[in-house]
């Protein structure tokens, strides 16, 4: 197969400004959703982008997102962008880099462990797992935020996928392998050699043991209540289904690569956004105070009733989309908006272009949780709203996320009485390539509901971690 880089220059594309020799390498690092969005502005659905010596053809727009809904399998694949990254953690086969039917009975082999049944269903204990989480801070601490996020949803996602509550202590090397490997393998903006260093062998290690211990847990004790995705997964493999047991790794680790620092990185802008607007605040502590009047662990009607928590989550995956783009190889000519666009061409398909189009979403730069209720509905025109991708490979875990970092938000703001730290903060962001807050703490100012009531606290986070979750 051609790899994607090979393709032959189409010359009739727009291309996108840069430099001589690095290309349009310094916009795309300080901020690529602006970039792609004034690029799009300029030059139209579709142009060319050179980042260093790598090339891309670049869709984007609302009938960009529609394209790819209707035609991905068609035209495009992911196995040449992701492979490389599976190769690497020792199995061909995860959902990311899966294509055709291979990748249809994949992703329908695990959609059931992600039904809200599972997710929605467990609400209570998810939120007396936080509280107790939360019972072990002290008035006066300092919080990274970010971390906080890390530590808290990386669990939920062991506890309600794996059946795990270990997660924690192996969360810094699932985060340094999926960057290592994501950004050697699938970026490729890291030399391979990063591959070799011992911090990353030994991380690579302990979560590929981590994730088979969890098998072997699951085979040795199943049960018939629980049943989660490494059962899935397992069932699979027993009975034959696409799965062989050298993949069972890979895919038990598949929604650590994918939820942790997506889900993380939203739920720390959204707790920004609440902390530095008031009347925002104000408006979703009444909410969240209602909600937990009747009782420590309310279900999860209780958090979906919730219009303006919901709407402060709808504007950060609008406005903070940590996933802006689909990277894809285009294996079929096709053509785009009166363009050419070649087979082995390497494809972005700059998804969260349309979320700051005004046309769509007026004065997409303010941050309006009110565009989501009845009256409004901005994010409803097809295509314009796709903070968890489009097309096949749409983010399998997008409820299970939502869902998250609702109950999260509500309950980590009923318990603690937060503050921006310092107050003054002004939010700045990184991407590598998932986008992040830099610097962002948060200080406890007190305890606003006696988390500690529902059961022994835990220490605060006494993990093996390589950063705590105080920060200086
Ligand atoms: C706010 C949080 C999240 C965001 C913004 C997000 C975003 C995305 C996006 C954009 C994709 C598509 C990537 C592509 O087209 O190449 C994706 C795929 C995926 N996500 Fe998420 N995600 C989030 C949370 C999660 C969580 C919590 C899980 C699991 C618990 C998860 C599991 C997955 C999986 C398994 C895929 C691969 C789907 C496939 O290839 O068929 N995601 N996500």
């Known amino acids: 197969m051609t790899t994607p880089d090979a393709a032959p220059f189409a010359r009739s594309l727009p ?148 059946n795990d509550d270990g997660l924690a202590h192996i969360l810094d090397d699932l985060i340094r392998v999926f960057r290592t490997a994501l950004n050697v393998k ?86 920004h956004a609440i902390l530095s607007k008031p009347a925002v605040r104000a408006r979703v502590m009444a909410e969240i105070d209602a909600v937990f009047a009747d009782g420590d662990a309310p279900a999860w009607d209780a958090f979906n009733a919730m219009p303006a928590l919901r709407g402060v989550m709808m504007e950060t995956l609008r406005m903070y989309p940590v996933a802006y783009l689909a990277s894809r190889a285009v294996i079929a000519d096709f053509e785009f908006a009166g363009h050419p666009i070649a087979a082995g061409e390497h494809l972005f398909v700059a998804t969260a272009v349309p979320h700051f189009l005004p046309e769509l979403f007026p004065d997409p730069y303010t941050f309006d949780i009110d565009r989501y209720g009845p009256e409004r509905r901005e994010h409803t025109t097809r295509g314009a709203f796709a903070p968890f991708g489009t097309g096949v490979h749409a983010c399998l875990g997008a409820r299970f996320a939502q869902s998250q970092i609702m109950i999260t938000l509500a309950t980590l703001l009923r318990v603690l009485d937060l503050e921006l730290d310092p107050p003054g903060y002004t939010l700045r962001t990184r991407s590598n390539p998932v986008t992040m807050p830099v610097g962002l703490s948060v200080r406890v100012l007190g305890v606003r509901d006696d988390a500690q009531k529902v059961g022994a606290p835990w220490p605060a986070f006494s993990v093996n971690a390589r950063r705590g979750l105080l920060s200086r």
């Not at 300029?42 to 997102?65: D, H, K, Q, S």
């Not at 899966?98 to 929605?120: F, M, N």
């Not at 598949?254 to 939820?259: I, Q, S």
Request: a positive charge; proline letters at 5%.
């Open 186 to 271: 699938v970026i490729r903006q890291w030399p391979a050699l990063a591959l070799e260093w011992p911090a990353y062998r030994r991380s690579k290690r302990r979560i590929l043991d981590h994730a088979a211990a969890v098998a072997a847990a699951h085979r040795d004790h199943p049960s018939a209540e629980r049943q989660d995705l490494v059962d899935d997964i397992l069932a699979a493999v027993e009975r034959g289904d696409t799965i062989q047991e050298e993949n069972v790794r890979l895919l038990t680790l598949g929604p650590l690569f994918g939820g942790i620092d997506t889900a993380s990185n939203t739920a720390a802008f959204a707790l």
């Open 15 to 162: 291309v996108a400004p840069g430099l001589p020799l690095v290309g349009s390498v310094g916009p795309m690092m300080r901020d690529p959703v602006r970039f792609l969005v004034d690029t799009h502005q300029a030059l139209g659905p579709v142009f060319r982008l050179r980042v260093l010596n790598r090339r891309f053809v670049v869709m984007a727009g609302v009938e960009a997102n529609q394209f790819v809904t209707r035609n991905e399998r068609s035209y495009l694949a992911s196995g040449p962008v992701f492979g490389g990254f599976g190769r690497e953690l020792g199995g061909e086969l995860f959902l990311a880099s899966a294509d055709g039917a291979t990748h249809k009975r994949l992703r329908r082999i695990q959609t059931g462990s992600y039904a809200p049944a599972h997710v929605e269903g467990r609400c209570a204990e998810v939120v007396h797992t936080l509280r107790r989480r939360l019972g072990g801070l002290q008035p006066g601490q300092r919080l990274d935020v970010q971390r906080l996020f890390q530590l808290v949803l990386a669990e939920q996602v062991g506890l309600l996928l794996h």
